[in-house]
C-alpha cells in the first residue's frame, strides 16, 4: 500500500481527446479529511483493479454547496453549483460516482435544476455493477464470517432510496450482516447532516453519534460498515468515546472490499 | 309534539352546518395567505400516495399497536358514519328507522354498526389507557401542555361518549319492539340485529314504555347532537385530521426526500451575477420587471405568510401524536428541536394572524412573527435535516421544510448563522471546501503515501 496511485484528471484526459467511462465526484471529505482520504484511496484501487477509466477533477472540483444549502444559505450554494455546473458541463460529463451521500444527494436532486444533468450514482451502487458486469470480484478474505452493521447515511438510505447496494456487497464478503434496531428507512442520523459537521451541538444529554454508536453496539458487531465519510467520522468518533476502538473497526464499505483484496 | 322535534332538529342541523362551514371558510382563508408552490403535477401519483397512506392507512401500521387500534376506530368511524343518513332523515321526516325497508341487509347494516361501534370503543379506551396510564413518553412532551394534553383527551372521552349512546338507543330500541311498544314494534318482526346491545338489556328491564322511550329519545338525540358539535369541535382541534389527512397526502412533495427546492428569488440573483453582460446599474426595461425589481423577494421565512399553502396545509394536518419527535435525532438526545412544535407553533401562529384578520379586515402588524416569538433559533440549528421526521410521519407532513425556509431566512436576511457555520460558509466561498484547504491542494491525497 505504499505506491503512488495514478489518479488521471479530465484536464488531461481532455487533452488526449478522450473522455473516461466517468467521473469520479471525490468531495471535500474525501479530499482533505485524512480519514476519508483512506475510502477515497481504497475507491481508486478498486476502480484501477477493476479496469475502469476514470478521471477526477481535481483542482477544479469544488463543494457541491451541500452544507451551504442546508445551513440555510441559498445564495453560497447555487453560485457553488452554477460553478461546478460549467465545469462539469464544460467537459461534457454523463457519468458521475461519488463516496460522498451529501455530494451525491445535490448532484443527483438539486443540480439538474440549475441546468446540471448527469446520471448520478453512489460508490455502493457502482461497485454493484462492476460485480454483476463480472469486471470485478468480491471474496471475504479476512471479513468472512464477521459479524458486521451497516449504518445507512441518510442521504442515501433515507432521503434517496438506496439501501440495498451496500449490504450486497457486505453480503459478498461472506459477513454475518446484522441490522440495528433502526435501521433502513427508520435510520438513525450520526448526528453531521445538515451541516452539523462543522459546528457544535445545541445544548442537550448526549450527542447524536454516541447514541447512534449505543444502537450499533447493541449488535455486538466485530466491525460498523458506513457509506458516508462523515457517518465514519461520527461513528469513529462514537466508538472511541465508548472505548472500543480497539475491539470494533468503522471502515466504509469500499475500504472493506479493498482490504479483503490486500489491495 | 313531533313537528316541534322536527324543527328543532332542522335548526340544529341548519345551525351546526352553517357554523362548519363557516370554519371551513376561515380554514381555506388562512392556508392561502401562504404563497404558491405547484403540487397538482402527476395526479395519479398523488391519488396512489392519498390512497395507500391516508385511506390504507399505510404508514400508520408502522408501529403496530397504535396502527391497528386506529384502523379500527377510523374503519368504526367512517362505516358508523353511514348510519348517520337514516338518522338525519328520521329527525327530519319524524320516521323512525327509515331504511329498514331493506329487511336482511338492514340487520346486517346495524348489526356490523354494533360491533364495530364496541370494537370503537375498546380502540378508544385502550387510547385513553397507554395516554394517562401508561403515560407513552411521545404523549408527554414539553409542548403536550394545557390546550394540547386535554384537546387529546376531550376527543377521546367525546367519541366514548357517542358510541355509549350509539348502543343505548339500540338497546332501549331493540327492549321496545320485545315489549311490542307502538311506533316501534313491526308486524315483520325485529327490524335491526342487536349483538352488542342486548347484553344492555338486563340493565332497563322492567322499565316502563314512556321510561324506555325517554331513554331511546334522549340518547338518540344526545348522539346526533354530539356528532354535530363534534363536526364543529374540529376547526379547533387537532382532530382535523380526519379531513384533512387527504388533502395532505394529495398534496405532499413526491421528490426523493433529500432534494430541497431550489429558492427562485435566489436564482434570479446568481443569474445576474454570473452574466458577464448584466449592467449592476442599469434602469429595469419595463414596468413589470421594475415592480418586481422594487419589491425584492423575502428569502427563506420568519412569519407564517411566508411559507408556502402546503406547509400551512401541514400545520392544519397535524394530530400531535409525535411520531415525527419520538424518531428526531436532536429530540432523542435531549436538544429543544421537537419536529412536531414546529407544526403546532406555526399552526398556533397561524391562527393567531387568522384572528388578526378578522378583527382588523386585514393583517394588522402585531410586533410578533413565528420566528423568536413561537420558533427559536436554538430549536433551528439542533435539525440534521435528516428526513427521520418527514419519514416518520403517517400523514404525510413535512416539518423539515418549515425548519429549512427558517434557517434560510436566518442565514439570508439576518447573517444569524452559529459563527463556526460562518466560518464553513467562508471557506466555501473562498477556498471551495467547508475546511480551511487551498483548492490547489485538492488532488494532494493521490500523492500521499
Redesign the interface.
Known sequence: MTEEIKVPTMAEFLSQGKAPEVLFWVGCAGSFDDRAKKITKAFVKLLHKAGVEFAVLGTEESCTGDPAKRAGNEFLFQMQAAMNIQVLNGYEIKKIVTACPHCFNTLKNEYPDLGGNYEVIHHTQFLKSLLEEGRMTVEGGKFKGKRITFHDPCYLGRANGVFEAPRELLQKLEVELVEMRKCKKAGLCCGAGGAQMFKEPEPGNKDVNILRTEQALETQPDMIAAGCPFCNTMMTDGVKNKNKENDIEVLDVAEMIAQAQDL | MAILSQILFVLALIFAIYFFIRNVKKLVRNIKLGKTINRRDQPSKRFKNMAMVALGQSKMV?RPIAGILHIVVYLGFVIINIEMIEIVIDGIFGTHRVLSFMGGFYDFLIGSFEILALLVLVGVIVFWIRRNVIRLKRFWANEMTSWPKNDANNILYFEMILMVLFLTMNAADYQLQLVGADHYANEAGIIGAFPVSQFLLPLIDGLSISSLIFIERTAWWLHILGVLFFLNYLYYSKHLHILLAFPNTYFAKL??????N??EA??N??AL??DPNADPFAVPADDASAESAAIPDK??ASDVQDLNWVQLLNSYTCTECGRCTA?C??N??????SPRKIMMDTRDRLEEVGKNIDKNGKFENDNKQLLNDYITK?EL????????CV??CPIGIDPLSII?D???????EESA??N??N???GN??NN????P?N???????????
Not at chain 2, 421528490?255 to 430541497?260: I, K, L, N, R, V
Not at chain 2, 432523542?332 to 428541536?337: A, I, P, R, S, V
Open positions: 408502522k421528490q426523493p426526500q433529500g432534494e430541497f431550489n429558492l435566489v436564482k440573483e446568481v451575477m454570473m428569502f427563506g424518531e435525532p436532536a432523542q438526545t435531549g436538544k429543544k428541536l436554538e440549528w439542533a435539525c440534521t435535516t435528516c428526513n427521520a419519514e416518520a429549512m427558517m434557517r434560510r431566512y436566518l442565514v439570508m448563522a452559529p463556526e457555520l466560518i464553513a460558509m466555501i466561498e471551495g471546501a467547508p475546511w484547504y483548492q490547489m491542494d485538492r488532488m494532494n491525497w493521490s500523492q500521499e503515501k
